[in-house]
């Protein structure tokens, strides 16, 4: 069993930045591609960013990129989404996965 707890999501304004983390349990962090999908009101869970077992890979959704950014950090079993340039439509929940496992979901308002 994984766990995984997000956190670093809030209320912004539009044009500004957070930074989520997700930290996991157990020992086999390493082992799981990461990623980080998000849902907004009323529309479906949609893919946002991923990243390979070792850092080196990564990708991203079209309506992301050149604004966000996923890293990790394997000796802490952290996962991270810079989000940089935030608009309206990038208010959702956030959810940090690996494999068949997903965190609770950090919420995320961007005002225009």
């Known amino acids: 069993q994984v766990q995984l707890v997000e956190s670093g999501g809030g209320l912004v304004q539009a044009g500004g930045s957070l930074r989520l983390s997700c930290t996991t349990s157990g020992r086999t962090f390493s082992s799981y591609v990461m990623g980080w999908s998000r849902q907004a009101p009323g529309k479906e869970r949609e893919f946002v960013a991923a990243i390979s077992r070792g850092g080196g890979s990564t990708s991203y959704a079209d309506s992301v990129k050149g604004r966000f950014t996923i890293s990790r950090d394997n000796a802490k079993n952290t996962v991270y989404l810079q989000m940089n340039s935030l608009k309206p439509e990038d208010t959702a929940v956030y959810y940090c996965?690996?494999?068949?496992?997903w965190g609770q979901g950090t919420q995320v308002t961007v005002s225009s």
């Open positions: 996965h690996a494999h068949v496992y």
